[in-house]
């Protein structure tokens, strides 16, 4: 059973930088995509950050430049450092596992949502909670 579960999150004041880590595990396949996506209450949801399994990252153009994602495979987390932080990055924020062949998180016109959840295998954690003071 695929298990992801984010913390590092806190509150922060704008310019400021905040790493957030996602400890996985249950993940037996090789094929895989990791990434972060953020929401708030009462808006969409948005792909900010992933990679895939042969290292390649991608990003949203809200985050480009400002976050990296990168991964511990030896210790199984994900991390996504954010710099410049902004007001607007204010969210809860979530790591997410997408297995389909076909998936969108990783994808070279950036992270999208619109395929996480479409097979059981994918899975997302309980978030952690980001605030950015102006």
């Known amino acids: 059973q695929v298990q992801l579960a984010e913390s590092g999150g806190g509150a922060v004041e704008s310019g400021g930088s905040l790493k957030l880590s996602c400890t996985v595990s249950?993940?037996?396949?090789?094929?895989?995509?990791l990434g972060w996506f953020r929401q708030v209450t009462g808006q969409e949801r948005e792909a900010v950050a992933s990679v895939d399994s042969d290292g390649k990252t991608y990003y949203s153009d809200s985050v480009k430049g400002r976050f990296t994602i990168s991964q511990d495979s030896a210790r199984n987390i994900l991390h996504l450092q954010m710099n410049r932080l902004k007001p607007e990055d204010a969210a809860m924020y979530y790591c997410?596992?997408?297995?389909?062949?076909?998936?969108?998180?990783?994808?070279?016109?950036?992270?999208?949502?619109?395929?996480?959840?479409?097979?059981?295998?994918?899975?997302w954690g309980q978030g952690t909670l980001v605030t950015v003071s102006s």
């Open positions: 997410a596992a997408e297995f389909s062949l076909e998936g969108r998180l990783c994808s070279d016109n950036g992270p999208s949502l619109e395929t996480l959840g479409l097979i059981p295998l994918d899975t």
């Open positions: 249950g993940i037996t396949y090789r094929k895989k995509c």
